[in-house]
């Protein structure tokens, strides 16, 4: 995200067309974002800010952690249903919002090309870098595939993506959505249902409520990629407001949060000091042992799911999970 240009679509290649809307997208809101953010108390900044080059490739080191399970167990459901999804659901397009490398996303897109030759192919992410270097993967590796890639903040940009009239599976993995609190969710889950027809599906991928234990080790690895990839949201910061936000000065902190059954991640200042953050004209002061909430990452059961579903006017019509039930799949309808 950090240095990405301004609106405009670029022609890549006969089937690869990819739109940039950051200026008036997710970096519109990042000195808004920032300046009530760091202004106010206690210090938050939203999680879509990690996602640069370096966070988004922080990010991809993840999910190979043997401490992270959700991408291991989300990959072992795809391959099992994904084809079977598919064949109910008989898209023409695969709309994919925040899908990072989308590795996981060929099990998807494997059966969506058998069935249909020159299938479109829709990732809508902020991380400029990423939707370039998937497209270009997915290019080589599918022949006929049709790829409109969008760099954009699919809390903003979801109106823009132009209906074409083809069957459309839309697709939000990796449990992106409990980055989300209950009220960005409902909103988020009203303005996705907007986009689809009574024959399109949304396919949702969402961690579940387990043991303390287990939850808190997936985001306290050993090798701290995760403290790494959480400091990262201070270095996008520094380059797009022109901050001197101190990555070292702050030590990263996960822990979970059982009443809310959900993860939390901070960023806690090991030593009082103050931050210019120049493109705002502010100064930031932190106290000892100050904190800022960098990310929420919420935990679900099946019937609180259902709930949150039937809120935004979607029915749950598939609900698979992996051997040890530590992720799912919703597949979901229009009501
Ligand atoms: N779906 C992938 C990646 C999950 S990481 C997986 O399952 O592994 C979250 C992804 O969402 C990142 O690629 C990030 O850049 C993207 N993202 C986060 N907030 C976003 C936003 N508001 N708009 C668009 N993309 C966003
Ligand atoms: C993208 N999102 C679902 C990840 C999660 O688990 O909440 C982001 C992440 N944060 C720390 N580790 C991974």
Request: proline share 4%.
């Amino acid at each position: 995200m950090a240095g990405g240009g301004c609106t405009g679509a670029i022609e890549t290649a006969a089937e690869i067309l990819i739109d940039v809307h950051l200026r008036d997208g997710a970096l519109a809101t990042i000195a808004d974002d920032v300046r009530e953010g760091l202004g106010g108390t206690p210090k938050e900044l939203p999680p879509k800010y990690f996602y640069d080059e370096r966070g988004s490739q922080l990010f991809e080191q993840i999910t190979r952690l043997p401490e992270y399970y959700p991408t291991r167990a989300e990959q072992q459901i795809l391959d099992r249903v994904a084809a079977e999804i598919v064949s109910a659901a008989g898209p023409s397009e695969l709309v994919e919002l925040g899908p990072g490398s989308a590795r996981k996303t060929h099990a998807l897109l494997d059966p969506i090309l058998q069935l249909s030759q020159g299938a479109t192919y829709v990732p809508v992410d902020v991380s400029e870098s990423a939707i370039r270097e998937l497209a270009d993967r997915l290019s080589d590796h599918y022949e006929g595939i049709r790829i409109h890639g969008v760099v954009g903040d699919f809390e903003r940009d979801l109106e823009r993506l132009r209906a074409n009239g083809d069957r459309r599976l839309v697709a939000f993995l990796g449990g992106t959505l409990g980055n989300f609190d209950q009220r960005q969710r409902l909103a988020f889950l009203r303005r996705t249902r907007r986009m689809l027809g009574p024959d399109d599906r949304l396919l949702i991928g969402t961690d579940l409520v387990k043991d303390r234990k287990r939850l808190e080790a997936a985001y306290n690895d050993s090798d701290g990629v995760t403290a790494e990839f959480n400091r990262n949201v201070l270095r996008v910061v520094n380059a797009n407001l022109d901050g001197d936000l101190d990555p070292a000065r702050f030590d990263h902190v996960a822990f979970y949060d059982e009443r809310r059954r959900r993860i939390e991640m901070r960023l806690r200042a090991h030593e009082a000091h103050s931050a210019r953050i120049e493109g705002l004209g502010m100064d930031v002061v932190f106290e000892h042992g100050e904190e800022i909430r960098t990310e929420i990452s919420c935990k679900f059961t099946r019937p609180a799911l259902e709930r949150e579903y039937a809120a935004a006017s979607l029915d749950l019509i598939g609900w698979y999970s992996d051997d040890e039930n530590l992720f799912a799949l919703s597949l979901t309808r229009p009501t």
